[in-house]
């Protein structure tokens, strides 16, 4: 097997991950215009959350946190891995058939579990059918999931990361497409949906086929592989659930403020960009790289794996948490105050994003910090800890309800965040020198937060300048571009020149195989 290229695969997941961003909120700003914060948008918001949130047992959080490690380390020993491949999907399959008609039945409750301040109102009905149109996507995208951590496993990230962009273009053709014919846009968009994961599942089949992996769909077997295998994601599946509740809890702290589902639906979509950019693309790389460098007993390329990865995200990470708190409201006005969407809307969109800004870096060490422990298939400390925030974040957000109102659901995420942070950094120091920071990371780390700071006070100085330009229809477009690159600019100037990064970095770093 051909080792992964840490740094070159990062940036290839990245890339489009980023693109893929782009096109989800290329799509959110249509939806903004068409919706505004209304009650439709706020129904389908909700409805299309319930597959997304229960993707994150079956999907990409638990099972595939237990399945990449054991399938990676399969592919490294020549084991036969694409068995066990062919018995997870099988297994996997059968379980979400079920479920998803479970679901389906069971959409009432699960609407009023995610928004009880929607009964009683139009916006609960439209939920509880947009929700049985759009919930059998869970199906589509579990196995998309599963496929992607194949061909992830195997170094073919490309087409694993192509997945989400396909979404997000549908999304948006559909919106077009529903304008220009008079369709009902929510329904429209709720149809959408199991559309969208037939397409991916397709895409990402013939991916894997061309790969040389055949997964041909049969009735599950218990092999002793995947009793193993469930034992593992048992925990995972447990501390996903923890996850949820704090969604849960968020939804419903905001459902009881007008709009507010909307509002921390939109902020969440922009401090997902960086998130998912570079969190996602992270993890992704790390897991199985990992993974194949302990059953390999690399512990050196395990240890530079870890340290490099955690230095690129911070390096990326740390300037975009400071750029969403400062001009938080410059970028909700200019990419979203249009249409149905106004002035209020862009006010309290904007707080909620410096909030979850504040919060962007502890959500990716996040993705750092928990391949370290999935590597080595230990998913019960995670789960431990995931309660600890899980508790926190039921007594903010509760707690603070009373005070901020739907703010406390985005502070709590954040306080969340970052202690969850704490407990898995306090945990790594009873394992092995593979995660350990070492003395290159030490050192840079205080040089990249001076180098946000620095740019920081540039942004706040060209927000004050440009004020005027940026609260003109006209030119508020190119107001926010020179901003935005004016912020660049100043941090890649202030990173260089402080030592903060260095070119050669990166060149050595897309050379070489680690």
């Given at each position: 097997m051909q080792p992964i290229r840490l740094i070159r695969s990062i940036l290839t997941v990245g890339g489009w991950t980023l693109l893929s961003r782009g096109a989800g909120f290329a799509r959110d700003v249509m939806m903004a215009a068409y919706l505004g914060a209304g009650p439709v948008a706020e129904a389908f918001l909700v409805a299309f959350s319930l597959p997304n949130m229960f993707r994150r047992f079956f999907a990409e959080g638990a099972f595939n946190m237990a399945f990449v490690p054991m399938f990676a380390k399969k592919l490294e020993a020549g084991e036969d891995a694409q068995g066990f491949a062919r018995d997870a999907f099988n297994g996997l399959a059968a379980v979400l058939i079920v479920f998803s008609v479970i679901g389906t039945l069971a959409m009432p409750w699960l609407v009023w579990a995610m928004a009880s301040g929607f009964a009683g109102d139009a916006r609960f009905d439209l939920a509880v059918l947009f929700g049985r149109i759009s919930f059998v996507y869970i199906l589509f995208i579990s196995l998309v999931a599963l496929l992607s951590g194949v061909l992830n496993a195997f170094g073919r990230f490309t087409e694993a990361s192509f997945v989400p962009v396909l979404m997000n273009l549908m999304f948006i053709a559909a919106m077009l497409?529903?304008?220009?014919?008079?369709?009902?846009?929510?329904?429209?968009?709720?149809?959408?949906?199991?559309?969208?994961?037939?397409?991916?599942?397709?895409?990402?089949?013939?991916?894997?086929?061309?790969?040389?992996?055949?997964?041909?769909?049969?009735?599950?077997?218990?092999?002793?592989?995947?009793?193993?295998?469930?034992?593992?994601?048992?925990?995972?599946?447990?501390?996903?659930?923890?996850?949820?509740?704090?969604?849960?809890?968020?939804?419903?702290?905001?459902?009881?403020?007008?709009?507010?589902?909307?509002?921390?639906?939109?902020?969440?979509?922009?401090?997902?960009?960086?998130?998912?950019?570079?969190?996602?693309?992270?993890?992704?790389?790390?897991?199985?790289?990992?993974?194949?460098?302990?059953?390999?007993?690399?512990?050196?390329?395990?240890?530079?794996?870890?340290?490099?990865?955690?230095?690129?995200?911070?390096?990326?990470?740390?300037?975009?948490?400071?750029?969403?708190?400062?001009?938080?409201?410059?970028?909700?006005?200019?990419?979203?105050?249009?249409?149905?969407?106004?002035?209020?809307?862009?006010?309290?969109?904007?707080?909620?994003?410096?909030?979850?800004?504040?919060?962007?870096?502890?959500?990716?060490?996040?993705?750092?910090?928990?391949?370290?422990?999935?590597?080595r298939e230990d998913t019960r400390s995670p789960f431990r800890f995931a309660v600890w925030s899980m508790v926190v974040n039921v007594a903010v957000a509760v707690g603070l309800l009373p005070v901020i109102g739907f703010a406390a659901a985005a502070l709590a995420t954040t306080v969340a965040g970052w202690t969850m942070v704490f407990q898995l950094w306090h945990g790594t120091r009873r394992m092995g020198p593979e995660a350990r920071f070492d003395d290159r990371f030490r050192k840079r780390l205080p040089r990249i937060l001076i180098a946000s700071l620095i740019m920081g006070a540039a942004l706040w100085g060209g927000m004050v300048l440009l004020g005027p330009a940026l609260g003109l229809p006209t030119w508020r477009y190119a107001a926010l571009a020179a901003l935005i690159a004016l912020g660049m600019a100043t941090y890649a100037a202030a990173a260089f020149a402080i030592g903060a990064a260095r070119l050669s970095d990166l060149s050595a770093a897309l050379r070489r195989k680690a």
């Open positions: 497409l529903a304008d220009h014919l008079q369709w009902d846009m929510g329904l429209t968009l709720a149809w959408t949906v199991p559309v969208t994961g037939i397409a991916q599942l397709a895409f990402t089949w013939v991916s894997a086929h061309r790969a040389g992996f055949r997964f041909t769909p049969g009735w599950p077997k218990l092999t002793p592989e995947l009793k193993r295998l469930a034992v593992i994601a048992a925990p995972a599946v447990l501390a996903g659930g923890v996850v949820q509740v704090n969604l849960l809890v968020g939804r419903q702290v905001a459902s009881f403020t007008e709009g507010a589902v909307a509002w921390l639906s939109y902020a969440d979509r922009l401090y997902q960009l960086p998130l998912g950019v570079v969190a996602i693309a992270v993890g992704t790389v790390l897991l199985p790289d990992l993974s194949r460098r302990l059953r390999a007993g690399d512990a050196e390329g395990g240890r530079a794996s870890f340290n490099r990865g955690t230095e690129f995200a911070l390096f990326l990470t740390i300037p975009a948490a400071v750029a969403l708190v400062v001009i938080a409201l410059p970028l909700c006005s200019v990419l979203y105050e249009r249409g149905a969407f106004g002035a209020d809307d862009t006010a309290a969109t904007a707080l909620a994003l410096a909030i979850y800004g504040a919060g962007l870096p502890a959500f990716v060490l996040h993705k750092v910090f928990q391949p370290l422990y999935y590597a």
